[in-house]
């Protein structure tokens, strides 16, 4: 992925700060979408997300690979007490040119009481194994929560090899195209800011941002996702020089309120008409009195 429009700045001697301000998206799956209805605002936010397929979407290859791996996915999602026999569960691929040799597979189901249980699929499309990462269970997250998880870590590890890791977290590398992918992997459909518009309420939201160490060979990826109404999620993802994840964390924060005075200005209490405010004149040559505080 080719970056353009980036500006490059020095935070200070140790860290390259990198910002991106707009990304060529002719060669990749992830698309620049208007924010859903309910994220709507005065001055239109960017967001940036990958490209997402339901079922009748899936290309032919993809449909024939899914109905070879069917025993293999419903198996390891057994394992960790997803059974695909009940019905009502419903999946969508997304589009991730990091994981070349792997499907990125989300499969939600809602019960009856409007209970959600979600889970993400990785399924190789060479003779492999199937990669299952809980993520909910019917609206509860696992022990370990997928953001940041050992597990979650592992696996992404596992699925985006090397050379194509290596190069994504290179300054003008697609890091922030793999960031998403994890992203995606540890949730549902994401929604990184690329561009805050005139909405206050992003007002304090980070901008997709690479920083390179000198002093250490890891690189840190910094983002924002808006990810429901009135609130965000600020992503943090460590990677070494080779690319391969260490850390992720996720930061919810509140959208941003501009601070009022009960809707009011200041109060100002005008002077008489005519009446000047009092004024002492000190005489020629003598200095103002300066009352010294103690030592």
């Known amino acids: 992925m080719s970056l353009v ?12 700060l990198l910002a991106v301000c707009s990304l060529s998206l002719a060669s990749l799956a992830a698309q620049t979408t208007p924010p859903p209805a309910e994220f709507a605002a005065s001055g239109q936010p960017r967001f ?3 490209d997402h397929r339901s079922l009748a979407e899936a290309g032919s290859a993809d449909a024939a690979l899914l109905r070879s791996k069917a025993h293999a996915i419903a198996a390891e ?3 960790f007490g ?6 009502g569960w419903a999946w969508n691929e997304a589009a991730c040119p990091e994981f070349p040799g792997h499907l990125l597979l989300h499969y939600q189901r ?4 409007g209970a959600v249980s979600l889970f993400t699929a990785l ?3 060479a003779d492999d194994r199937v990669y299952v990462v809980p993520v909910l269970y019917r609206n509860a997250t696992p022990f370990q929560s997928a953001e940041g998880s050992e597990r979650s870590i592992a696996v992404f590890n596992r699925v985006v090899p090397p050379e194509v890791a290596e190069k994504a977290v290179q300054p003008d590398g697609p890091w922030l ?18 561009r805050s518009g005139s909405d206050v309420a992003l007002a304090l939201a980070p901008l997709p941002t690479l920083h390179v160490s000198e002093a250490a060979p890891t690189r840190q990826v910094i983002f924002t996702d808006r990810n429901a109404p009135g609130q965000y999620l600020v992503w943090t993802l460590t990677f070494t020089g080779k690319g391969r994840l260490l850390t992720a964390t996720a930061a919810k924060l509140s959208d941003y309120t501009a601070p009022l005075r009960n809707g009011k200005e200041p109060p100002v209490r005008p002077l008489p008409a005519g009446k000047e405010p009092p004024v002492r004149i000190l005489p020629p040559g003598q200095q103002p009195q300066v009352k010294p505080l103690p030592q």
């Open 5 to 16: 429009n980036c500006r490059k700045a020095l935070a200070f001697p140790a860290v390259l």
């Open 48 to 50: 940036l997300q990958l």
């Open 77 to 79: 999602a057994a394992f």
């Open 82 to 87: 997803y059974y695909l026999h009940a019905s």
């Open 110 to 113: 809602t019960s009856g009481n």
């Open 123 to 125: 399924v190789p499309r």
């Open 177 to 194: 195209l793999m960031s998403l992918c994890y992203v995606d992997m540890v949730g549902a459909e994401s929604h990184v800011l690329q």
